[in-house]
C-alpha cells in the first residue's frame, strides 16, 4: 500500500546492442538529459563489453551501471562465463538475472536463477530477477501459479535482509519486444500478487520494501500509467532504453509517479 517507502527504478536492458562508440554516444546523450532526476533510481544494462565504457562515461552521475547476465561459480572453468565478482571489482552495481530470454534461449531454469542470484548477492551486486508467465500460461489461468512457483523457487534460501537487496522484474514474456504491453491493470494486478507471495514467505513489513519493476514494451507513452500504479515501482526497459529521449520520457513518468 505504501509506495513511498519504495524506490523507483528504471533500468534500461540493452541486450546485445550497440558497440563501445555506440554505447559512449548514447550514455553521453543520456547523462545531462536525466541529470536532475532525484526519485528515481536510474540504471542502465549493457553488455559485458559495454561495461568499462559506460562506467567511465556515467562516473559522478546519477546513472548506476548494470550487466545483463552473471554466473553462479566464484571462478573455474566456465568457458565464456563472467562471474559477479568480477562485475563487482569493476564497479558495476546491478546485474539483471532470469531474463526470459536466458529462460527461453540459454536453458536458464529457476533453480540456476537461484544460484546466480546468491552468488550475485554474494559480490554485493543487487539483482534485478525477472519473472513472467507464457501467453500460453495466461490463457490457461495459471498465472498466479506460474509467478509464484518462480518467485518460491528464484529466492529459495534467500534471507530477508539478502531479500532487501533485490528487485523484482515482473516481465510476462508475451509483451516483451513484441509491442504488447500488459494494461497497467494487469501489471498492477500481478506486481501486487508478487507482493502478497513475498509478504507470505518474509511477513508483510518487509514485502512493502521491495521494488517491483514491470517489464514488456514499456514506452514513452504507456510508461506514466504504468507506474503510475500502486504496486509497480518502475520499469525494466529493452528497445525504449536504446534511445535516450525515449528512455527520459520515462524516466521522467516515474520522477512524477
Ligand atoms: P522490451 O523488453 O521493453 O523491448 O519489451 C523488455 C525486457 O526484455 O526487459
Given at each position: 500500500?505504501?509506495?513511498?517507502?519504495?524506490?523507483?527504478?528504471?533500468?534500461?536492458n540493452?541486450k546485445?546492442?550497440?558497440?563501445?562508440?555506440?554505447?559512449?554516444?548514447?550514455?553521453?546523450?543520456?547523462?545531462?538529459?536525466?541529470?536532475?532526476?532525484?526519485?528515481?533510481?536510474?540504471?542502465?544494462?549493457?553488455?559485458?563489453?559495454?561495461?568499462?565504457?559506460?562506467?567511465?562515461?556515467?562516473?559522478?552521475?546519477?546513472?548506476?551501471?548494470?550487466?545483463?547476465?552473471?554466473?553462479?561459480?566464484?571462478?573455474?572453468?566456465?568457458?565464456?562465463?563472467?562471474?559477479?565478482?568480477?562485475?563487482?571489482?569493476?564497479?558495476?552495481?546491478?546485474?539483471?538475472?532470469?531474463h526470459s530470454e536466458?529462460?527461453q534461449?540459454?536453458?536458464?531454469?529457476?533453480?540456476?536463477?537461484?544460484?546466480?542470484?546468491?552468488?550475485?548477492?554474494?559480490?554485493?551486486?543487487?539483482?534485478?530477477?525477472c519473472?513472467g508467465e507464457l501467453l500460453w500460461e495466461r490463457e490457461?489461468?495459471?498465472t498466479?501459479?506460474?509467478?509464484?512457483?518462480?518467485?518460491?523457487?528464484?529466492?529459495?534460501?534467500?534471507?530477508?535482509?539478502?531479500?532487501?537487496?533485490?528487485?523484482?522484474a515482473y516481465e510476462p514474456v508475451w509483451a516483451i519486444g513484441t509491442g504488447k504491453t500488459a494494461t497497467a491493470e494487469q501489471a498492477q494486478e500481478v506486481c501486487?500478487?508478487?507482493?502478497?507471495?513475498?509478504?507470505?514467505?518474509?511477513?508483510?513489513?518487509?514485502?512493502?520494501?521491495?521494488?517491483?519493476q514491470y517489464g514488456g514494451s514499456m514506452n514513452a507513452g504507456n510508461a506514466?500509467e504504468l507506474?503510475?500504479?500502486?504496486?509497480v515501482?518502475?520499469g525494466l526497459i529493452g528497445g525504449a532504453?536504446?534511445?535516450?529521449?525515449d528512455?527520459?520520457?520515462i524516466?521522467?513518468?516515474?520522477?512524477?509517479?
Amino acid at each position: 500500500m505504501n509506495k513511498a517507502v519504495r524506490k523507483a527504478i528504471i533500468a534500461g536492458n540493452w541486450k546485445m546492442n550497440k558497440t563501445r562508440p555506440e554505447a559512449k554516444a548514447l550514455l553521453e546523450e543520456l547523462v545531462p538529459m536525466v541529470k536532475d532526476i532525484k526519485n528515481v533510481e536510474i540504471v542502465a544494462c549493457v553488455p559485458f563489453t559495454n561495461l568499462e565504457t559506460a562506467l567511465s562515461v556515467t562516473e559522478g552521475t546519477n546513472i548506476k551501471i548494470g550487466a545483463e547476465n552473471c554466473h553462479f561459480e566464484k571462478s573455474g572453468a566456465f568457458t565464456g562465463e563472467i562471474s559477479a565478482d568480477m562485475l563487482a571489482e569493476m564497479g558495476v552495481e546491478y546485474v539483471v538475472l532470469g531474463h526470459s530470454e536466458r529462460r527461453q534461449y540459454f536453458a536458464e531454469t529457476d533453480e540456476t536463477v537461484n544460484k546466480r542470484t546468491k552468488a550475485a548477492l554474494a559480490a554485493n551486486l543487487k539483482p534485478i530477477v525477472c519473472v513472467g508467465e507464457l501467453l500460453w500460461e495466461r490463457e490457461c489461468n495459471i498465472t498466479n501459479e506460474v509467478i509464484a512457483r518462480q518467485i518460491k523457487l528464484d529466492f529459495f534460501g534467500i534471507e530477508a535482509d539478502d531479500l532487501k537487496k533485490c528487485v523484482i522484474a515482473y516481465e510476462p514474456v508475451w509483451a516483451i519486444g513484441t509491442g504488447k504491453t500488459a494494461t497497467a491493470e494487469q501489471a498492477q494486478e500481478v506486481c501486487a500478487f508478487i507482493r502478497g507471495e513475498l509478504a507470505k514467505l518474509y511477513g508483510a513489513d518487509v514485502a512493502e520494501t521491495i521494488t517491483i519493476q514491470y517489464g514488456g514494451s514499456m514506452n514513452a507513452g504507456n510508461a506514466a500509467e504504468l507506474v503510475s500504479k500502486t504496486d509497480v515501482d518502475g520499469g525494466l526497459i529493452g528497445g525504449a532504453s536504446l534511445k535516450a529521449a525515449d528512455f527520459t520520457a520515462i524516466i521522467n513518468a516515474a520522477e512524477i509517479g
